[in-house]
């Protein structure tokens, strides 16, 4: 590097004479007194303070001390694909499929989309002109969803201080979207004290309920036995059905919440709670002490949409600001007297409070208000509960501690 001239020195006469005497002049040197000098230096790599000191075997010939070596996974890509091997041991996240596996005409997947398909079977898949835009968009959408958790389950209440919303039926719409893309275990609860109705969105497989396995929390050793207490549907999804005896749903309280969700969290990696309208409820104390995220669902009326408003305002003025500025409003579409109110200013008045709005449409399967079937939704149907999922995946911490 170039560095200014040094200052000059001052030097004795009688010195500077020797001196001159004793450097010898090369005759084809002429020095230039309008140019500066300049000094070459040679960049020397030290070792940090608390490591050992160099020996003449790590020092080179010129002096120069080597560079430590690379850190575990410092590897660039492009070694990893030529078989080079990490100085330590690798995850088995690395094993992925673009570097295990050679791209060429027989391996690289067909394009999806009728006209590139015509096009990549007529030239005998010698052209792939790649998906369309719609596929491309869908699966960016499943790669969002597919985020991937490390550290324990996540756990998103669904709420709202009004019943009749559809807090059920979008709990129904997000878990499924979640569990028919993601490749991980995705549970609903049904936490409401006052009989809830989320078990009756899916075929139902078993008369189990949360009261079951508060008694058997101490026999249930697996997976195996866990699941026998819950319904699965065509999506993976699990259901767990609240009370139904009404002379008991008010014995389901805190800490019974709390044996279901410390043995949900054994066996899944996403738990959704269904919960009830009675905010002040224990149940929701333990649910939101628990809270990675909410989705709060709001109706397309004024009340309705007052009163998701104001859930909002008692989760702030309780200590839960910032589960309510990384919540989602799932605005459903499909209440009573949803084409008299203006949607654009209920999605702008909780624009101001939340991170994201999503609307549900109306869908006929939904307002039956029996079993859903994931794959008979309509598309647009499926598309927002997919839009949902991807946000409320993208709220929850990819890591914890």
């Not at 500077?16 to 000098?37: H, L, Q």
């Not at 010698?126 to 959408?141: C, F, H, I, P, Y």
């Not at 939904?366 to 509960?385: E, F, R």
């Amino acid at each position: 590097m170039d560095l200014p001239p040094a200052p000059p020195q001052e030097v004795p006469e009688d010195e500077a004479a020797v001196a001159i005497d004793e450097v010898p002049v090369d005759p084809g040197f002429v020095a230039s007194p309008t140019e500066p000098t300049t000094m070459s230096v040679a960049i020397v790599a030290s070792r940090l303070a608390t490591g050992p000191t160099p020996t003449q075997e790590d020092t080179a010939p010129d002096g120069v001390v080597p560079l430590p070596g690379h850190d575990a996974y410092a590897q660039s890509r492009r070694d990893r694909l030529r078989g080079e091997h990490s100085p330590q041991p690798e995850p088995a996240a690395m094993l992925t499929a673009d570097r295990l596996l050679e791209v060429n005409r027989k391996t690289r997947p067909g394009p999806e989309g009728p006209w590139q398909r015509f096009v990549y079977n007529t030239t005998f898949r010698m052209v792939n002109l790649g998906d369309s835009a719609k596929v491309r968009a869908r699966k960016e959408l499943d790669h969002r969803i597919q985020k991937q958790f490390e550290g324990g389950t996540r756990f998103v209440p669904v709420l709202t201080r009004k019943g009749g919303v559809g807090k059920t039926t979008v709990t129904t719409l997000l878990g499924m979207a979640l569990a028919d893309a993601r490749e991980d275990r995705i549970i609903a609860v049904d936490a409401n004290p006052d009989r809830g109705t989320l078990s009756e969105r899916v075929p139902k497989q078993t008369r189990a309920t949360v009261r079951d396995v508060v008694h058997k929390a101490a026999s249930i050793g697996g997976f195996t036995d866990f699941s026998a207490l819950v319904s699965r549907d065509e999506t993976r999804l699990d259901i767990l059905a609240s009370d139904t005896d009404p002379m008991l749903s008010e014995a389901f309280d805190e800490n019974d919440y709390n044996v279901v969700a410390d043995l949900a969290a054994r066996f899944y990696s996403i738990v959704l709670t269904d919960c009830g309208t009675g905010i002040v409820h224990s149940v929701m104390r333990a649910t939101l002490q628990r809270a990675d995220e909410i989705v709060i669902v709001s109706g397309g009326s004024v009340d309705e949409a007052r009163l998701a408003s104001e859930t909002l305002t008692w989760l702030e003025a309780n200590g839960y600001t910032d589960l309510v500025r990384n919540a989602v409003v799932a605005l459903n579409t499909a209440t009573h007297a949803t084409n008299l109110v203006k949607l654009e200013e209920i999605e702008s008045h909780f624009r101001s409070r939340v991170r994201e709005i999503v609307r549900i449409p109306y869908d006929p399967q939904l307002a039956a208000g029996s079993v859903v079937n994931w794959k008979d939704l309509k598309p647009l149907t499926k598309l927002s509960a997919r839009a949902l999922a991807a946000l409320v995946v993208e709220g929850l911490p990819a890591e914890r501690a």
